[in-house]
């Protein structure tokens, strides 16, 4: 027992911990082009943040302005300081010639002149919520369910559709995603334009037939009764699901030409053939391409469209025995890339047990030949196309595999589409980040204020890369490198700036899977303020998804697993506890079936054997991890995993905290269940369930979950609940009344008094306030950049000099 540990100074410690990126400055860079050669970037300088703009032939690099330089020119429009400190300029935009600068701050969209510092109120920014045609002539939107076109010439407006209803919408994502995805404001439209602007090919989203789910909120704003909202959504066990029913239109006579072809389902996580990249036209604007990945996601084809007619042909397909892949995260767009002027296309493909690309010949859907897989057969995996250059008929790949040690990471590629050997043009050790817009790791970076849709860690024409590289164990360095490899400059280099006293960075670890031959990589992170070789607690940080790897490979690199798992990771060290994360069997990153090994048993990703047996090895070789005191927890598959961990290895885990999690894929999205535990069945689908498993509850187990999740429904939780009074089993309940998919500051501070009390068997100290990382970005970025400081409307002021 710890009766005489410093609780308050460690809950001082941990709640210092979750900010640490804060602490860290320059470690991540996230670029934004304005030519082929030049590019700026937000760093942090010794007083403040700076604009900085970089020659790429060079490296040459000249500050542009400073926050400081924005707050003084806002304070004179606005008639009174502006918090320096608080704020936040918002979608910074810089033209081409870097003579100014647009963003949106204090209410307003404002227009800074770099040179004279003179600043203007400009007509507030609706974001980017049309798609303009290539001609620039044409802006496609929705309004309502329809889809609308204006004339950038003298912004007359126009429909397409006029039919569209909630549930059969044009240009839209499904009702369940959009609930999630629209919570901010309107989204562009799913659509793509014919490079001669003539038609724009979109689709209809058909959810009528769907069942629903409801949300209630218990504490609504007006102290009014609850409000129950119910959301229309798809589960594995429904005949019917969302689906898009493709169209072109003639812009110039609104001529409707549906596809003659079924309509295609929704799948990976509700994704659009749009969004999902996988829909693309001719050179000529005759014909359209799409991929029509059938329901369960064994079975893909690729279908061409006739523009004028809808006549459709499919021109190849693809089969797993498990799911289709195509692309490395199923959150970010697939890796497939369309060369119009050769009528190619660049497919990924799992076919030969790893992530590789090959080229298809779009005339008659023969393969032409495998690009990567040669080079790649051993060990070597796509992992994002980051640049094509057709004149070249080169591609700048990001391949993991490479490394001897750590199959995770990965460098920048080069190969040539007609085949050959690859190219390692960044060798440093480490892991190399280079940002591909629309990618998932950058998703938290709008919190930042920064648009993520516009940062490229390469130029234009591929000739240069900013690629940062880190590891666990040390702060990262971002270069600039051309395309050859050869380094043009060292952009940045991470510093420290007041992490907390005593900062003890993870150790890399790799140990043996529970098959006694599979090798699992993961980070152990040393508790704080404890002596070496003294006992302490295990506290297993973990993630259950089938979609994603949750080990950080580097630490403050700007990416959500960088971000956000690195340092809650450190949090809970600063208990005074080992926190081990590991990426388990039936996870992604990896070899095919290593990523397949838990289909049809999605109880099994990142195999809970697979982390018993690593602990187990780890204690071997560090002996102050006390085997009879070890713990769990996780958010959302990490909250499924870890009251997997409570009901099924109680002979480890004493003691688990679940978040939000999934406890039952039947109460999930149809896409979700059916892609990683197979098509509905009732047996199978009952084995996956955490209440199939109550009786087996030994050890003390807290849930957690907000009420208004939109995300994981709170059917979840009470349905798992049930099952454990069904069984008469003794948990412990919080439930989070406003909280959506997220466990907010309140939440992750009872996380750590239950393991106070139930692992370290103390009593916690006095409460303090707690912020999540991502709620504390959100609240800055709300209340610093969007609010006015003088109750006008930031519109009003004139500009000043």
Known sequence: MEHDADWPARYALACTSLHAAERVANAAVYPHWLSADHFWYRRSGESGIDYVLVSARDGNRRTLFSNDDLVAALSRPTGRPVDRDAFLPVRMTIDREAASATFDALGGSWRFAIGSGRIEAIAPRTGARGVPSPDGRLLAFVRGHDLWLRSNEDGAEWPLTTDGKADLAYGRLPIAMRVLKEAAGPLPPECRWSPDSRRILTHQVDDRSLGELPITDYCPANDGPPRVEFIKTSLPSDAEIPDFRMIAFDVESGERIEAEYPSLPAVRMLDTPFSANCVWWSSDGGRAWFVHVERGEKVVHLVEMDAATG?????????????????????????????????????????????????????????KRPITAGPLEERGQVRSILHVDRDRRELLLRVGGLDPVDPYRCKPCRISIDGGAMTVIGPELGDHVIWRAGEYDLAAVDLHGIDASAVSGVSPEGDYLVETIGGAQSLPVTLLRSRGGAVIAELERGEDRGLPSGWRWPTPVRATAADGVTDVHGLLFAPWGVAAGASAPLIDFVYGGPHIAFTPKSAFTGGIASDLGFVEAMHLSALGAWVLILDGRGTSNRERDFRTASYGAVQTASDLADHASAIRELARYNPGIDLDRVGICGFSAGGYLSALAALCHGDLYKVAVAGGGNYDQRLMWHCWSERYHGPFDAETYAEQAAGHYAAGLSGKLLLIHGLMDAGVNPAHLFAFVQSLIDADKDFDLLLLPKAGHELPGYALRRRLDYFVEHLFESRPPAPIRFESTLGRRAERLGAASLAPTDGQPAADAQAVP
């Open 311 to 367: 006549a459709c042909r499919v021109l190849f397909s693809e089969t797993s025995d498990t799911y289709v892949e195509l692309g490395v995260n199923v959150y970010a767009p697939a890796l497939i890339e369309h060369l119009p002027d050769s009528e190619e296309l660049i497919w990924y493909s799992e076919r030969s047990g790893r992530g590789q690309l090959y080229l298809y010949d779009l005339r008659d859907g023969s393969l």
